[in-house]
C-alpha cells in the first residue's frame, strides 16, 4: 500500500524539536494529565469484592470489569489515538476528557451489570487520551532527548496506576465503591478547564488524508514495522503478567484471614512507586542505545518477583518485595518500548503508540481473565506459577531475539 502523504509544518510553526515547546512545566502537567487519566483503567482492581456484592456477581467472572475496559482501551487505541496524526490534538485532547467524564458518570450510576460493563467499555474508550498526550509530547521532544521526555510523561502514567489503586480504596471505605468514579469525573472536568488554557495548539506535521487511509495505515504498520512487532510483544506479555497480579491480588487479600479493607489494599499500590523511577531512567538508557541489556535485566527481575508474590499468605513484606520488583520491570520495559517506536517513525508517532498499546489492552484484558479465573478454581500458588510462566515466555523470547537479531533491538534508531 502506497505510504499516506504528510503535510508539512507551516513556516510561522515553531519547530517541533525545539526545547522551548516542552517546558518542565508543560511536561509536568502532561504528566499529570496522564496520571489522572490512566487511574481510570485502573480504579476497578481493589473493588472487584464490592462490586460483584452490590451487583450479586460471582467473584469468578468479576474480572469481565477489567476485561471490558481494556477492550474499550484496545478498540480506542485503534480507533481514536491516530487521530493525533490528523486533527488539532488539542482539541481532541479536550473532547476526550468531557466525554470520559461522561462515562464515569454512567459507571457510577450504573445499576445493572450489563449497564455497568457498558460504561466501563466506554471508559476504556476514552482513557486512550493518555496515549495522544504521551505521542504529543514524543512530538514536541527533541530527538536527543525524546526518551527522557517520554520517561518523565510516563513517570505520571505510573503513578496514576498505582496511587488509583490506594485512592480508589480510601474513597470506596469512605463513601462507596461508585463515589471513586463521580470524584474522577470531577477531575477530569478540571483538568479539561486547565488544559484548555495552557496546552498549546502548536501546528506540526500532520497527515493528509481520509480517517480510513489513516487508519489503513496504522494497521499497515504492524506489517513494516519490525520493531512495533518485537516490542508489541514484549507489551503483550509483561501488562499480561502485570494484570495477572494487580487482579488477583484483591482476593486473598480481602478475604479471611487477611480480611484487610479497601484502603489498606490500596496502599500496596505505593510500594511499586519505584516503577516510576524506572520509567525515566529507562528512557535515558535508550537514548544511550542501552535499551537491549535493559530489556533483558527488567524481563529477568519480572520473572523472579513472583517467588516473593507466592509467599502473600505467610508474608506480607515479601508480598511487598514482589510488587515492587513486578512494577518496576514491567514500567522500565515498556518506556524502553516506547522510546524505541517513537525513533522508529517520527512522522506516524499516535499511530505508532496507537497500535503498540493494542497489545497492551489485549494483555492486560488476558491477564484479568485468566488470574480470577484461576484464583477461583486454584488458588494463589497457581496464580503465581501462571505469572511466572507469562514472564518467563517475555524472558525467552529477549533471548530468542537476542541470539537471532541483537542489531535490530539494541539501539534506537537516530
Known sequence: ??????????????????????????????????????????????????????????????????????????????????????????????????????????????????????????????????????????????????????????????????????????????????????????????????????????????????????????????????????????????????SVLWTAMVLPLSAPPLALTHTQIGLFGLAGVAGALAAANAGRLADQGKANRSTGIALALLTLSWLPSALLHSSLLALILGVVLLDFAVQAVHVTNQSLIFAARPDAQSRLVGAYMVFYSVGSGLGALASTYIYAHYGWLSVCLLGAAISSTALLYWGYEQATNPAQQANVPR
Not at 469484592?49 to 452490590?54: D, I
Not at 486533527?87 to 458518570?105: V, Y
Not at 514524543?138 to 496506576?161: D, F, K, N, P, W
Request: net charge positive.
Open 1 to 242: 500500500m502506497a505510504p499516506i502523504p504528510h503535510k508539512t509544518a507551516s513556516k510561522s510553526a515553531p519547530s517541533t524539536s525545539s526545547a522551548s515547546a516542552l517546558s518542565r512545566g508543560l511536561t509536568l502537567l502532561f504528566a499529570i494529565t496522564c496520571g489522572l487519566a490512566v487511574a481510570n483503567v485502573y480504579f476497578a482492581q481493589p473493588l472487584l469484592e464490592s462490586m460483584a456484592s452490590s451487583l450479586n456477581v460471582s467473584p469468578s467472572v468479576i474480572g469481565q470489569v477489567v476485561t471490558f475496559t481494556q477492550a474499550g482501551y484496545a478498540v480506542g487505541l485503534l480507533l481514536i489515538v491516530p487521530l493525533g496524526d490528523l486533527l488539532n490534538r488539542k482539541k481532541l485532547i479536550l473532547s476526550q476528557l468531557l466525554l470520559g467524564a461522561i462515562a464515569l458518570c454512567a459507571v457510577g450510576f450504573a445499576q445493572h451489570w450489563a449497564l455497568l460493563l457498558a460504561a466501563l467499555l466506554m471508559v476504556g474508550l476514552l482513557a486512550v487520551v493518555v496515549q495522544v498526550l504521551v505521542a504529543y509530547a514524543a512530538s514536541l521532544a527533541s530527538t536527543e532527548q525524546r526518551g527522557a521526555i517520554v520517561g518523565r510523561v510516563t513517570s505520571g502514567v505510573v503513578l496514576g496506576i498505582l496511587l488509583a489503586r490506594f485512592v480508589s480504596g480510601a474513597l470506596a471505605d469512605l463513601a462507596g465503591w461508585r463515589s471513586v468514579y463521580f470524584v474522577s469525573a470531577a477531575l477530569m472536568l478540571g483538568m479539561a478547564v486547565v488544559l484548555y488554557r495552557n496546552l498549546p495548539a502548536i501546528q506540526t506535521p500532520r497527515t493528509n488524508g481520509s480517517y480510513w487511509q489513516l487508519l489503513s495505515s496504522t494497521l499497515e504498520l504492524y506489517r513494516t514495522e519490525r520493531t512495533l512487532r518485537v516490542r508489541g510483544i514484549y507489551a503483550l506479555l509483561i501488562f499480561a503478567a502485570l
